[in-house]
């Protein structure tokens, strides 16, 4: 890579889950005296305008912030928020900064996290093939509300990453020259879409039974519980020693528990209720007590239980939370030491009372959780587009945002696969994109050289039916073929026997028998692959045998109940685009699973499309219980 116009050889790398903004003021017009105060003038809005936007949001992390920062001769903003697993948090910056731009007409603003240009990430499909990763560096940005990017001349024409300095000057000299396409910018911003809507929707309410003590704290600090459940979720040995003592001495015994209603993230609350997590000794005679009722067991009864051990996780995060806030930079933990010191202080005086609790906003706000379920009858509901019901468009896996993402993905790689400009060799790469260690097969490119007659015969022995291979990809992955007759097995087996060995007249005669013995036992070697194939169902195109077989004798017996109400004609119309994006679906995320986190086919395709997918551990928990 040439560095010598300025890109960095070694450039810095940005920890895991964290976003950086950098906000820039070029304005010819703007004398550099006053560039500090307007600079200033820009950070209090932008401050101003997260407050308003996202008042009751709670961070995962690190929240939203800016400092004037000084580097290579430049003067701008900067800011870096750790997200967490909590990816909602850096769109809501990308959201606050866009708009920001709106109000400041100079303002330009460059964000990039640990992937790098993410937001060309999210347009994969779409970047021009220039653009690619090892070249987009300080390529992106934010004018205006718009995606502007910096062509190919900004690097001279070279195929390089631009340095910092290089990009300012160039908007500086040419900021006319800057490529705005929106058909990049719909797929870069897909996520803000929805924003500032989306803010009160990532919110989750839910009952717990606490004490009284904490009840007042979470009150006084609703933000304290994502440092508090951050701690409950990356729990160790150490922190959990004092809680498992006998007689300990905690802040928060189970004393005098009241019922209030907690606000949580959805990731948070995810994360704190999918925790197996035994009960400490002085929990566990109140939870235990709870789950050993005799007798049948109310719904009221449930929720009761449920709640005392959703309270109890909660008490216990705040535990650890206190042990260790001394040890940890966290402003919210460090706050809520000092919270925690003056409610001791002040004693029981300083505790509301029930009425006080009952007159708190929302003191009984309890959330749906169906959110939290999915099943295959959900997930194929998602990919028809269809809804069962009103509720369900709202709640749960149902909503719309997971029905777009689904058919995203369906659809984008049904574009792959319909790609016309790829050749039987794959998909068309740039030239960077290729590994590196290509060079070292140049090294050997003379002894090839003295291969070149047997290449040339093998060449011959061996073609390849481009349009076969696709009629076959189709069939694999649950596509339709193009023409609905399918190719009969004696003419497909002909042809493949034609091609392959369409060479083998030039071959000596004392072979020919040979040849023959061979092309036979490759016959039967086919006939016996395609049985077998056929008879798992991976050249059927009709999922329903299938995904009966999949869903299991329980859901079979649930969607038999309910097909006895349901218009058999309103099944049947459009089954076939169904059941082609469910196998199809279905397929990705089964080959996805497959790789246990590893390097794969389906992750590598999936990735070229600019979709991201998270691991599944469910299975695995299931088998460790």
Not at 114 to 126: C, H, K, Q, R, T
Not at 193 to 209: F, Q, R, V
Not at 298 to 306: G, I, N, V
Request: charged fraction near 30%; include cysteine.
């Amino acid at each position: 890579m040439d560095v010598k116009d300025g890109a960095d050889l070694f450039p810095r790398s940005l920890p895991d889950n964290c976003v950086e903004y950098m906000l820039f003021l070029l304005d010819s017009a703007l004398e550099p005296r006053s560039l500090l105060a307007e600079l200033e003038n820009v950070r209090k809005s932008a401050l101003q305008l997260c407050a308003a936007i996202a008042k009751d949001y709670i961070w995962q992390r690190d929240c939203f912030q800016l400092q004037v920062k000084r580097e290579k001769g430049l003067v701008f903003l900067h800011g870096t928020t750790d997200y967490g697993d909590s990816i909602e948090d850096e769109w809501l910056i990308v959201y606050i900064l866009r708009t920001l731009t709106t109000t400041f007409q100079s303002l330009w603003v460059r964000v990039f996290d640990s992937d790098g240009e993410f937001l060309l990430v999210e347009a994969a499909n779409v970047v021009p093939k220039w653009l690619s990763p090892e070249i987009d560096s300080n390529r992106a940005w934010i004018y205006q509300g718009k995606l502007q990017l910096l062509p190919l001349s900004a690097s001279l024409g070279a195929k390089r990453p631009l340095s910092l300095v290089e990009a300012i000057d160039y908007i500086k000299l040419h900021p006319d020259a800057l490529v705005h396409s929106p058909f990049i910018e719909a797929e870069s911003f897909y996520r803000l879409e929805n924003y500032p809507g989306n803010i009160k929707a990532l919110m989750h309410h839910s009952l717990i039974t606490i004490p009284r003590k904490l009840a007042y704290i979470l009150h006084e600090q609703p933000a304290v519980i994502a440092p508090a459940i951050e701690a409950f979720y990356l729990r160790d040995p150490v922190v959990l020693k004092p809680l498992m003592e006998t007689s300990p001495d905690l802040h928060f015994p189970p004393q005098d528990l009241v019922t209030v209603s907690a606000k949580f993230t959805k990731v948070l609350f995810a994360q704190v209720k999918s925790q197996q997590f035994t009960a400490p000794p002085l929990w566990s005679t109140i939870v235990k007590s709870a789950e050993d009722e005799v007798g049948p067991v109310s719904e009221q009864e449930q929720k009761t239980s449920a709640r005392l051990e959703l309270g109890m996780k909660v008490a216990c995060s705040f535990e650890m939370l206190a042990a260790n806030a001394t040890k940890t930079d966290n402003r919210l933990a460090r706050e809520f030491t000092i919270l925690l010191e003056d409610v001791e202080e002040d004693g029981d005086k300083a505790l509301p009372t029930d009425n006080d609790i009952a007159s708190w906003p929302n003191a009984n706000q309890e959330d749906n959780e169906a959110w939290l379920d999915i099943n295959f009858e959900d997930f194929d509901n998602e990919l028809q587009g269809r809804h069962r019901n009103k509720a369900e468009r709202q709640n749960g896996f149902g909503d719309s945002k997971t029905q777009a993402d689904l058919r995203k993905i369906v659809s984008r790689f049904e574009d792959f696969l319909n790609d016309e400009t790829a050749g039987f060799e794959g998909a068309e790469l740039e030239d960077m994109d290729h590994d590196n260690d290509s060079s070292d097969d140049d090294d050997g490119e003379g002894e090839a050289n003295g291969d070149d007659e047997s290449s040339e015969d093998e060449d011959r022995a061996v073609s390849f039916d481009e349009d076969q291979f696709d009629r076959m990809m189709r069939e694999m992955m649950g596509f339709p073929p193009e023409d609905e007759a399918s190719l009969p097995t004696a003419t497909m087996q002909h042809g493949v026997r034609s091609n392959r060995f369409g060479g083998a007249k030039e071959e000596e005669a004392s072979d020919e028998d040979e040849d023959e013995e061979e092309d036979d036992d490759i016959m039967r070697l086919a006939a016996q692959m395609e049985a077998e194939l056929k008879g798992l169902g991976a050249l059927r195109l009709d999922a329903k045998p299938e995904r009966a077989k999949a869903l299991g004798s329980t859901e079979g017996a649930v969607i038999k109940g309910k097909g006895k109400g349901i218009d058999q004609t309103d099944e049947e119309s459009g089954d076939e685009e169904v059941d082609i994006d469910y196998n199809l679906a279905k397929n990705l995320l089964e080959s996805f699973k497959s790789q246990a986190g590893l390097a794969g086919p389906a992750g590598n395709l999936l990735g070229m499309m600019g979709m991201t997918l998270p691991r599944d551990e469910d299975e695995e928990q299931e088998d460790e219980k």
